[in-house]
Every structure is written in structure tokens, then in C-alpha cells.
Nanobody, 124 residues
Framework: QVQLVESGGGSVQAGGSLRLSCAAS????????MGWLRQAPGKEREFVAG????????LHIDSVKGRFPISRDNAKNTVYLQMNSLKPEDTARYYC?????????????????WGQGTQVTVSS
């Protein structure tokens, strides 16, 4: 079973940046895709970005494409989400998630584990 611990959330003004990190343990990190999900108050959890096992393939929802690059360092068992040009509508709790074996995750159903989340609040 994989354990995922997020860090890097916080409060910023619109236009600012944050970098989320997620440290993984418990299974061979390089064998599965990773991703980030988010859930805003009163809304359902949604897929934000996914990355393949090797890191070559990345996927993003349209609303963050070009602003939130996802990356991973398999030597450090860590996945990142660099959040740039933040908007108030990006305010949510962000969750690191591990993909099912052999899948480059692109939707909620493609994940089988996630962390406790880290809060991101963007003020206008």
C-alpha cells in the first residue's frame, strides 16, 4: 500500500505561485503513474493533472493547462505540481494520488490511493 504526503500549500494572492510536493512510499514509485486532484468547497473532487511512470507523458485539465506543470523525480520518490498565475477559482484542497498499475492517469477512476491533501487559497 502506498503512503502519500503532500506539502507546499498555503495562501497567496492572485497571480502568485506555489509548488506542491508529494513524497511517496510503500511501493516502487517508478512503476505507476501519479497525479493531482483537487476539491473546492461544495464541489466534487476533480482531476487536475497526471504523469506517466517515466514522466514523459503529462496530462492536464484545460483550466490549468500551461499554468500547472506536473513533474516527478523517481530518484526521490516525489511528484510536484508547480502552480503559476494562480486564480481565486484555483482555491481548493489539493490531493496527491497514485495511479493504478500500468495506467497514465487522466481521470479520477485511474487512481487507487491519495494523500490527506494540502490547502491552497488564492485571494483576489
Amino acid at each position: 500500500q502506498v503512503q502519500l504526503v503532500e506539502s507546499g500549500g498555503g495562501s497567496v494572492q492572485a497571480g502568485g505561485s506555489l509548488r506542491l510536493s508529494c513524497a511517496a512510499s510503500g511501493r516502487t514509485f517508478g512503476n505507476y503513474g501519479m497525479g493531482w486532484l483537487r476539491q473546492a468547497p461544495g464541489k466534487e473532487r476533480e482531476f487536475v493533472a497526471g504523469i506517466s511512470q517515466s514522466g514523459i507523458v503529462t496530462l492536464h485539465i484545460d483550466s490549468v493547462k500551461g499554468r500547472f506543470p506536473i513533474s516527478r523525480d523517481n530518484a526521490k520518490n516525489t511528484v510536484y505540481l508547480q502552480m503559476n498565475s494562480l486564480k481565486p477559482e484555483d482555491t481548493a484542497r489539493y490531493y496527491c494520488a497514485a495511479g493504478r498499475s500500468g495506467v497514465t492517469p487522466r481521470a479520477l477512476k485511474d487512481f487507487d490511493s491519495w494523500g490527506q491533501g494540502t490547502q491552497v487559497t488564492v485571494s483576489s
